[in-house]
């Protein structure tokens, strides 16, 4: 008696709970972290890395293979030391890349340093790298201010 009581002094209606779960809150967080993940990756450029000048830790070779990459993509190559050989420029990297092993069967006994503008792309230095370690030269360092 005492429930039917209590169920006239609210008005007769029972009272039901919701059984679902409100996402658009979630919705809402996640479109935020989507925008977000979306605008950061453009505000940098991973593949153009400002290079830091270094102390010089050991003395460059006498006789040495220069492969200079300048920021706007220009490339040469040239002879450094007792057979030198003025610098050649490339107007792209296959013919950097002939012209290094038509060098390096001259002289296959030189090593190759690559000189790389701060400005330049870090993707050209390494594509390079791998180049000269595909022909076989062991020797290919970095040459730095």
Do not use: C, W
Not at 2 to 14: L, P, T, V
Not at 77 to 89: C, D, N, S, Y
Request: glycine share 8%; hydrophobic share 40%; proline share 8%.
């Amino acid at each position: 008696m005492a429930s039917s009581f209590s169920s006239s002094m609210r008005g007769g209606r029972g009272r039901k709970f919701k059984s679902e779960i409100n996402v658009v809150p979630y919705i809402d967080v996640m479109l935020v972290l989507l925008i977000i993940f979306m605008v950061m990756p453009s505000a940098n450029d991973p593949s153009v890395v400002d290079l830091p000048s270094a102390e010089k830790s050991t003395k460059p070779p006498s006789d040495y293979v220069q492969v200079v990459i300048k920021p706007n993509g220009a490339l040469s190559i040239g002879v450094k030391g007792k057979g030198e050989e003025a610098p050649e420029t490339a107007p792209n990297r296959d013919a950097l890349v002939k012209k290094l092993r038509a060098i390096h069967g001259d002289h296959p006994d030189y090593p190759v340093l690559i000189a790389g503008d701060k400005e330049s792309k870090y993707d050209d230095v390494i594509q390079l790298i791998s180049e000269a370690k595909k022909m076989g030269i062991n020797r290919v360092g970095l040459s730095t201010k």
